[in-house]
């Protein structure tokens, strides 16, 4: 009697089954918040990493700081961080010239952390018309022959730098700049940077109370 198979599985010792290569763990050795200040000092970018958030849909880290003359100048005048999009579509009109307030941040940056690269490269690529963009791999990547074969071309070609942590360490793979950035003046890029200020503010805010609460421990 015939015996039936089924299509996918193993029906016998002699069974035509392909070797799979062994792929390395790959994953990073420490999570984000311990990394973003070694890649903001590797990559050589002005300011401090900010807490993780969503920016256009990514959850990146960004890296920024303070304006102080334009920050103070925004407190005197009731200008605090503007987060509403439309409202800072509105700065870009003729009759605005003079009635905006300065922008108070500057953005250096942003990085995204993630154990592939194209889901890093996804979300870091978006700013690199705005700012510079960076992701964070673990080592292990080198391994792996889709990380080699792609990951440093398209890259490259979205300005996107790479780098690379393991055990503690980051290198720079690959560093590369945008073709094409916007002026900081564009609609997005001074949302961007409004969002960036509110969570500046609070970052220090919030640093001050820390340092406040050890005084008085």
């Known amino acids: 009697m015939p015996v039936s198979r089924t299509p ?9 089954v392909l070797p799979t290569r062994p792929r390395p763990e790959v994953d990073l ?12 000092s590797v ?7 900010l807490p993780a958030m969503t920016l256009l849909g990514r959850r990146v880290v960004p890296v920024a700081e303070l304006v102080a003359e334009a920050h ?31 922008p108070a941040v500057r953005l250096s940056g942003v ?9 890093a490269l996804g979300a870091a690529a978006p700013f690199a018309r705005h700012c510079g963009a ?15 074969d792609n990951a440093p071309g398209r890259a490259r070609r979205h300005g996107v730098s ?19 950035v916007s002026p900081a003046g564009s609609v997005t890029g001074r949302w961007l940077r409004e969002l960036v200020y509110e969570r500046l503010i609070a970052h220090m805010v919030r640093d001050v109370a820390d340092r406040r609460g050890c005084l008085t421990d």
């Open 29 to 40: 050795s420490d999570p984000p918040e311990s990394l973003s200040e070694a890649a903001v």
């Open 111 to 119: 990085i995204s952390f993630a154990r592939h690269w194209r889901t």
């Open 162 to 180: 790479v780098l690379t942590a393991d055990d503690h360490t980051l290198r720079i793979d690959q560093t590369a700049w945008a073709d094409t």
């Open 134 to 148: 960076a992701m964070v791999l673990p080592s292990a990547v080198h391994g792996i022959d889709d990380y080699l």
């Open 72 to 102: 103070a100048e925004r407190l005197c005048l009731g200008f605090g961080p503007n987060t509403d999009r439309t409202s800072v579509a509105t700065w870009t009109w003729p009759e605005m010239v003079g009635r905006v307030p300065p």
């Open 43 to 49: 990559l050589g970018w002005r300011g401090v990493a």
């Open 8 to 16: 996918g599985h193993a029906t016998g010792p002699h069974s035509d």
